[in-house]
């Protein structure tokens, strides 16, 4: 099957500094993809030169389209929420169903309708009357009405309270993910949606710093973790990070050869956010 | 098309100053002719009657325009703003909607609907307000205000201000487009700060005064375009003498409008600042 999006190249600048640093990217239908990074890593450059809300070098594919030259053939097919409550605060619920239902071909007005019932939000009020948490599920309810093939999603519950978040991405896994639809996700509560992702990117100033399916994490990474005496020994094999741990120290090692490496104490898969501080800890192991 | 008619009503929806202002001047004109005093003198002829008609008619149409030239200035400066200041300019170009029509809609919105929303109020309170006299001073004075060849005039007057007014100011309107699109914060600053930075450069260094007299021109020369100059009517008008209500037709210039040359460069420059403003709307998301 052919990427629903590919980057090749793909570069911008703010001036004179580097947002993203040519990279190359692709992500295939049906997956559910997490790109993960520090603050200013790009990220959000990255989503919005996919979603054609701005320009950018190098060639980029969306859905068969050039996203910053067809956004609005693009959004027919694809959608987005960018950040927490962006929907206009004039606007009352009733009247952003109806339109949305009057501008986008794929939107189902009754599918919008029965999420909000059961998320308790009636029609008449004003976005601006809302919580920020019924604010993010009216905007979600908005945006799973779509039949839309891409779905971006960029910090989509930044701000909302535990019980918010966890409502959103239940919503998000049983009524819309299938696997037609293909999902592409910022967040910082990486632990919340580990479970969700089929794939990772990492980014880190500007450049791509591992792209990975979630089941090669188990293969290609491992932490162990080493009491003190076996700690020069397994230091000796290369870790590429490494961290304290209730009086003993991980160590995280990429490729590991486990039958040589299991020798110094108990092997696991690192979590995302794990790989992922050990991947971007800047200098060397401590 | 029907995409616009959407973005149309979400204009209305948005911005329900387009019809609460028209309509509170036309409650407060109403109250006005019920409870102001109606003095006997000014009824006391079929001529006088038919001068204080076209007294009114012209004072409340003038009302009305001033009112609508100050909302359009307003509108058409918040109206590419407003979104990218609450961010919901995010959600809006989540929408298979292209930045074109999006801005054409305000356009549409600012030149046509706007201005038909005030011509109908106008009317609604000229009617009203006729019919009202008409029976307080039949009461007492036997005359009747109601003159509807002057009316029918007006109506000619209202349409042909309406077209031209677009036409000859189209490169203010993209201007404010241009600001709308562009500024971060403080539009009615920018609206006028350029323009006066320009000015004052030319003064200073070149010495000359193209761009103010341009300018000038542009802002305070409709009407010597649009009107026949010769008609001095306005100033006829006395307590004595019966002011002579002037026949539109001989006031009307519309071949002198369509054929001044100045008519058609502010239609281009007007054209050319539009497509930036499109432009501009495209490349920025906040």
Redesign the interface.
């Known amino acids: 099957m052919s990427p629903l999006i590919q980057a090749r190249d793909l570069g911008k600048k703010f001036g004179s500094r580097v947002a993203l640093d040519h990279v190359n990217f692709a992500v295939q239908p049906g997956r559910i993809v997490g790109l993960i990074g520090p603050n200013g890593a790009g990220k959000t450059t990255a989503l ?1 030169a996919v ?1 054609g ?3 950018y070098e190098g060639t980029l594919e969306v859905l068969g389209r050039e996203p ?1 030259r067809e ?6 097919e694809a ?5 927490v ?7 009352s619920v009733e ?1 952003a169903i109806e ?2 239902g ?4 794929r939107f189902r007005a009754d599918r919008a309708r029965s999420l909000l019932a059961k998320a308790d939000i009636t029609g008449r009020r004003r976005l601006r009357e809302l919580s920020k948490g019924m604010k993010t599920m009216v ?1 979600l309810a908005l ?1 799973m009405a779509i039949d839309a093939r891409l779905l971006v999603l960029d910090e989509p519950t930044l701000g909302l309270d535990i019980l918010a978040r966890r409502e959103f991405y239940d919503a998000l896994v049983n009524d819309y993910m299938d696997d037609t639809r293909t999902i592409l996700i910022t967040t910082h509560q990486v632990e919340e949606i580990e479970n969700l992702l089929t794939d990772v990117l990492f980014i880190d100033r500007g450049r791509i710093v591992l792209d990975c399916s979630m089941e090669d994490i188990a293969s290609r990474y491992a932490a162990i973790a080493v009491t003190e005496d076996q700690l020069a020994a397994a230091r000796a094999e290369q870790p590429f990070h490494e961290r304290p741990l209730l009086g003993k120290r991980v160590l995280y090692f990429e490729r590991p050869d486990l039958q040589r490496l299991g020798a110094f104490g108990e092997v696991s898969t690192p979590s995302v956010a794990d790989l992922f501080v050990a991947k971007l800890s800047r200098g060397a192991p401590a | 098309m029907n995409t616009y008619v959407w973005l149309v009503k979400r204009e209305f929806w948005e911005n329900r100053a387009i019809w609460m202002i028209p309509a509170a001047i036309g409650v407060l004109l109403t109250l006005a002719s019920l409870f102001g005093t109606v003095e006997a003198t000014f009824f006391d002829s079929a001529e006088r009657t038919r001068s204080m008609a076209a007294m009114m008619f012209l004072a409340f149409g003038a009302l009305f325009f001033a009112a609508m030239s100050l909302y359009s200035y307003w509108y058409l400066l918040d109206c590419l703003y407003a979104d990218r200041k609450d961010r919901s300019v995010l959600f809006w170009k989540s929408l298979p909607i292209s930045d074109t029509a999006t801005v054409l809609s305000k356009l549409f919105v600012a030149l046509v609907a706007l201005p038909m929303v005030y011509f109908a109020a106008a009317d609604a309170a000229s009617l009203l307000a006729a019919f009202v006299l008409s029976v307080r001073a039949h009461a007492r004075l036997g005359n009747a205000l109601w003159q509807p060849d002057l009316w029918l005039q007006l109506q000619a007057v209202w349409l042909y201000v309406i077209v031209t007014t677009a036409i000859w100011y189209l490169p203010v309107t993209g201007w404010l487009l241009v600001v709308s699109a562009w500024a971060k914060r403080a539009v009615m600053l920018w609206s006028v700060l350029p323009p006066l930075a320009v000015i004052l450069a030319e003064r200073l260094f070149i010495g000359t005064h193209v761009c103010l007299r341009a300018i000038d021109d542009r802002l305070i020369g409709y009407v010597s375009r649009a009107f026949d100059g010769d008609a001095d009517w306005a100033d006829s008008w006395s307590r004595d003498q019966p002011f002579a209500a002037p026949s539109a037709w001989h006031i009307l210039d519309p071949l002198g409008f369509l054929s001044s040359p100045a008519t058609w460069i502010g239609a281009l420059v007007g054209a050319a600042l539009i497509a930036a403003a499109i432009q501009l709307r495209t490349r920025k998301a906040d």
């Open positions: 919005r979603l809300l701005t320009s910053f956004r609005a053939a693009l959004m027919s959608s987005f929420i960018a950040d409550a962006v929907l206009p605060p004039w606007i009247h339109f949305v009057g501008v986008h071909p905007h945006t």
